[in-house]
């Protein structure tokens, strides 16, 4: 069955740490990617997308995502965690020409002082 | 600039009740969508529409109906609601290029007892 996985629930970094969260799709063909952040009590943010060329993307707040073909990854990464980075992060993937949005369960970070 | 907007931010209904969510964006965006997000399982699509007068159901459409008179609304009914459908609502829209990023409301917080 077509799926998002974003095997982590729960993640905890310490600030200033660097940051990897997972994520893994299974489609046949190259979707298109997205990550998404949402605060609590708020929608949700686009920080960053793919959907061809350079394989590795960077989006907003110092975020970056690489996509891999042979994993059918897409793991979000951050190389300085600031206290407020902490949400939770949405992998998603888009089909049927961007009509339908598949997103993962969820990853939700907590930063430590 | 308002971009989406979801009214009520909280309500409680009994079994069997029936209310409209309320969604309106100011974007001029043809695509708009709902989706609800249950602990664990992330976000899943109820229905979207690419435009005026057309509606299509996505992952989770029993239980809901949708209609899209304007550009600008697109109302969520429940026709008689279950605890089943205790969720948060929300509400995105995006131009209608396929890949181009949804822009969400800040949700509807619905209780069914």
């Known amino acids: 069955a077509q799926s998002v996985t974003q095997p982590d629930i729960h993640i905890t970094v310490s600030e200033g740490a660097s940051l990897e969260l997972r994520c893994n799709y299974s489609y046949g063909a190259t979707p298109y990617l997205f990550w998404y952040v949402q605060s609590p009590g708020q929608g949700l943010q686009l920080l960053l997308k793919?959907?061809?060329?350079?394989?590795l993307v960077q989006g907003i707040k110092g975020f970056e995502a690489e996509f891999k073909r042979s994993q059918s990854s897409f793991n979000l990464r951050k190389p300085s965690v600031h206290w407020s980075d902490a949400a939770e992060y949405f992998c998603?993937?888009?089909?049927?020409?961007?009509?339908?949005?598949?997103f993962g369960a969820g990853t939700i970070l907590r930063v430590k002082s | 600039n308002a971009g989406v907007t979801q009214t009520p931010k909280f309500q409680v209904l009994k079994t069997g009740q029936s209310m409209t969510l309320q969604c309106a964006q100011d974007m001029n965006h043809e695509y708009m969508s709902w989706y609800r997000q249950d602990p664990g399982m992330g976000l899943r699509l109820i229905h979207y529409?690419?435009?005026?007068?057309?509606?299509d159901q996505g992952e989770v459409p029993n239980g809901y109906n949708v209609s899209r008179s304007t550009t600008e609304d697109f109302p969520l009914r429940l026709l008689s609601a279950a605890p089943s459908q205790t969720s948060v609502y929300f509400c995105a829209s995006r131009t209608d290029r396929g890949g181009s990023p949804l822009h969400f409301g800040n949700g509807t917080r619905l209780t069914v007892t």
């Open positions: 998603a993937v888009a089909l049927e020409y961007g009509n339908k949005l598949v």
């Open positions: 529409s690419v435009g005026a007068g057309i509606t």
């Open positions: 793919y959907f061809s060329g350079d394989t």
